[in-house]
T-cell receptor
Framework: SQTIHQWPATLVQPVGSPLSLECTVE??????LYWYRQAAGRGLQLLFY??????ISSEVPQNLSASRPQDRQFILSSKKLLLSDSGFYLC????????????FGPGTRLTVT | QKEVEQNSGPLSVPEGAIASLNCTYS??????FFWYRQYSGKSPELIMS????GDKEDGRFTAQLNKASQYVSLLIRDSQPSDSATYLC?????????FGRGTSLIVHP
């Protein structure tokens, strides 16, 4: 069966510090991968998606970047965090060329102070 | 701008009743539609998918899709307190989703 991991589970970082969040998927090959942010009381905002290694599409201009160095690894980064980057960051995967049903990881709760 | 609209609620129903959750979408090119349940502090979990007009039933859940009206709904029969959560509607054009902000459902004993 497929499993998706995210770490860390929680993170408190000062403004201006760098960020690296990692997501890995087990039990499937060549998945579509997604990064979302959910601010307090808000909906899911799609940040990035990837259909293959090195292929990243950005949905919104922002202070963040994403990379996919391996088939089942997706990384979200920032060089300098802003207060507005606080939120619940979720990684998700779906099977390519199929039903596009997405399955979410447990998430990382980021607080920028 | 692709949008998915949901009433934020909260929708309050008594235990055993039918809860009806609604969603409208703006992108006529949307092909797939999903309902996710999100408990407070947790990540969303997929509960229903629907791709063609009509009804789709899975246990206590029924999803309904009307592409002409750009409308999706979720019915939860015999609601239980454990169904209390936020329900997210998502519309996909190919593999790119647009999520609504969610409807909060409260099922009281």
């Amino acid at each position: 069966s497929q499993t998706i991991h995210q770490w860390p589970a929680t993170l408190v970082q000062p403004v201006g510090s760098p960020l690296s969040l990692e997501c890995t998927v087990e039990g499937t090959s060549n998945p579509n991968l997604y990064w979302y942010r959910q601010a307090a009381g808000r909906g899911l905002q799609l940040l990035f998606y990837s259909v293959g290694i090195g292929q990243i599409s950005s949905e919104v201009p922002q202070n963040l970047s994403a990379s996919r160095p391996q088939d089942r690894q997706f990384i979200l980064s920032s060089k300098k965090l802003l207060l507005s980057d606080s939120g619940f960051y979720l990684c998700a995967w779906s099977v390519q060329a199929a039903s596009y049903e997405q399955y979410f990881g447990p998430g990382t709760r980021l607080t920028v102070t | 701008q692709k949008e998915v609209e949901q009433n934020s609620g909260p929708l309050s129903v008594p235990e055993g009743a039918i809860a009806s959750l609604n969603c409208t979408y703006s992108d006529r090119g949307s092909q797939s539609f999903f309902w996710y349940r999100q408990y407070s502090g947790k990540s969303p979990e997929l509960i229903m998918s629907i791709y063609s007009n009509g009804d789709k039933e899975d246990g206590r859940f029924t999803a309904q899709l009307n592409k002409a009206s750009q409308y999706v709904s979720l019915l939860i029969r015999d609601s239980q307190p454990s169904d209390s959560a936020t329900y997210l509607c998502a519309a996909y054009r190919s593999y790119i989703p647009t999520f609504g902000r969610g409807t909060s459902l409260i099922v009281h004993p």
